[in-house]
């Protein structure tokens, strides 16, 4: 199963933050879809592309953002935001998923399963599935929802959606909605570490670091391609290094992440 993920917005897209400027929505954004990235790859026969900028620099379009998924071929096309109303403190609240003005049966399907979890995760207000004419849902050739989570711009809410604790809580229960509507299958933890148990499964991460041009183009679009959780971090000389993973040590996805690195000629290490 094909699934492309989308946080809406970038981090400095104008207006999409709280009134005093303390949450950026891209953040929160992000931050559940990172999560729900990491929980959905623990699920055999499924890939990800993630159609954002992962580091909120750019407000990818939204046409790109579509034409990435259609030409992906992807099955499910899943938006992340978070809610407002007006650009100052009010009491809206809550949480609503969006389908396409045509209400697509496979669309509202989904929607419903969503919405249902989220809200039972949160215990916050059901404001429902409702449909509106949205680029993302409307330019998508593929079963497409718009998940809005709680408002920026209610107090309360806001510290809600600045908690990474809340994040977590939020990216496990559109996580199990996926699950439990797709019929997806976590991948089975290894037998033989039943026969022993000194057999435990080793976490690694690759840092790599250099890139500038080319080189950088390359790694940059192969992370977002495969929607591996990475850290940019820039180098004195002005290059960039990155922190990749975290990797099952073994795994066909670790072989492929070092591959990769190898193909370009890229210098890296293993932690």
């Not at 950026?24 to 990800?48: A, R, Y």
């Not at 949480?95 to 249902?116: C, H, N, R």
Request: aromatic fraction near 12%; hydrophobic fraction near 35%; include cysteine.
């Amino acid at each position: 199963m094909k699934i492309a993920i989308d946080a809406g917005h970038g981090k400095n897209t104008p207006g999409k933050r709280t009134p005093d400027n303390s949450l950026h929505e891209w953040e929160f954004n992000s931050g559940v879809v990172t999560k729900l990235i990491n929980k959905l790859n623990t699920c055999e026969n499924v890939s990800i592309l993630r159609t954002d900028d992962p580091t909120g620099k750019t407000d990818v379009s939204l046409k790109s953002r579509t034409d990435k998924a259609n030409k992906w071929g992807a099955d499910v096309f899943y938006s992340q935001h978070g809610n407002a109303a007006y650009s100052s403190w009010n009491s809206a609240n809550g949480l609503e998923t969006f389908v396409y003005t045509s209400w697509p049966k496979d669309s509202l399907a989904f929607a419903k399963v969503v919405q249902e979890y989220v809200v039972k995760a949160t215990g916050l207000r059901d404001r429902g599935v409702k449909a509106k004419d949205l680029h993302v849902l409307r330019e998508t050739n593929m079963t497409a929802i718009l998940q809005e989570g709680p408002f920026m711009s209610n107090k309360e809410e806001a510290e809600l959606l600045k908690s990474e604790e809340f994040r977590e809580k939020y990216a496990e229960a559109v996580f199990q909605a996926f699950v439990s509507h797709f019929k997806l299958k976590i991948k089975e933890v290894s037998k033989a570490i039943v026969k022993d148990e000194s057999k435990v499964e080793k976490k690694i991460s690759f840092y790599t670091g250099g890139y500038s041009g080319d080189s950088l183009v390359k790694i940059h679009n192969f992370l977002i391609q495969k929607g591996y959780y990475y850290k940019p971090m820039r180098n004195d000389g002005g290059s960039l290094s990155f922190e990749i993973g975290q990797f099952t040590e073994g795994s066909p996805k670790a072989k492929e992440m070092e591959n990769f690195l190898k193909s370009i000629n890229a210098w890296y290490q293993i932690r």
